[in-house]
């Protein structure tokens, strides 16, 4: 199993581009999370989805747009990049149930300017 | 509301040495998880440790312990016998599993450690 894999690992984006952050897992997970973590902070989750076709706001979703059309894969939508969205962008996902830890992506460290 | 707070920003420790980590907690929900991550320079989230809120003893994993104070609302990260490897961003996260279960992390602020050789 690859696990949860996310693409790019580096991106550079102008103010005002958009882009989508890969993420899929191979693990048959229905519970998928994007987190953002900006320097020296711990993360704070941005989109949250409990199964295909079931997508919810977590903490900090403005700027974000998720969809889940299957459920290997949850994508996530920058829309206007703004410099306050640089940061290092994790996908996780779990089964629930006690004990069971989440599983992360590598991240995406994204820079906008 | 659910919150983690970790007050350590920064700790050293030599090497071979035993350390503490601190975690404190807030949740209303009287079924929740705590667990701790690791975060190497290189960036990957390193699962180390999970705590039930209602699991009756201390979990461990090899070198790590949590120290579980439930009145306290403390999950204190002990690591035994450091290692140079153990130099990294420690966080602490709580998941509450009550009626909302989501699965949805709350993360602390992290805390960086140093071990000296």
């Known amino acids: 199993n690859a696990g949860v894999t996310q693409t790019p690992k580096f991106r550079i984006l102008k103010i005002g581009q958009s882009m989508t952050l890969q993420c899929t897992q191979d693990?048959?997970?229905?519970?998928m999370y994007w987190y953002r973590q900006d320097p020296g902070m711990g993360l704070k989750l941005i989109y949250y989805s409990v199964g295909a076709g079931i997508t919810d706001k977590g903490e900090v979703p403005n700027g974000y747009n998720v969809s889940r059309s299957t459920t290997e894969d949850f994508p996530l939508r920058l829309e206007l990049a703004a410099p306050s969205q640089t940061s290092v962008y994790f996908c996780?996902?779990?089964?629930?149930?006690?004990?069971?830890?989440?599983?992360f992506g590598p991240g995406t460290r994204l820079t906008v300017t | 509301a659910q919150k983690i707070t970790q007050t350590q920003p920064g700790m050293f420790v030599q090497e071979k040495e035993a350390v503490t980590l601190d975690c404190t907690y807030d949740t209303s929900d009287p079924s929740y998880g705590l667990f701790w991550y690791k975060q190497p320079s290189s960036g990957e989230m390193i699962f180390l440790i999970y705590q039930g809120s209602y699991d009756q003893q201390n979990a461990t994993e090899g070198r790590y312990s949590l120290n579980f104070q439930k009145a306290r609302k403390s999950a204190n990260l002990v690591i035994s016998a450091s290692q140079l490897g153990d130099s990294a961003m420690y966080f602490c996260?709580?998941?509450?599993?009550?009626?909302?279960?989501?699965?949805?992390?709350?993360f602390g602020q992290g805390t960086t450690l140093q071990v000296k050789p």
């Open positions: 996780a996902s779990n089964i629930l149930g006690s004990a069971y830890e989440q599983y």
């Open positions: 693990m048959n997970h229905n519970y």
């Open positions: 996260a709580m998941r509450e599993d009550g009626s909302s279960n989501t699965g949805k992390l709350i």
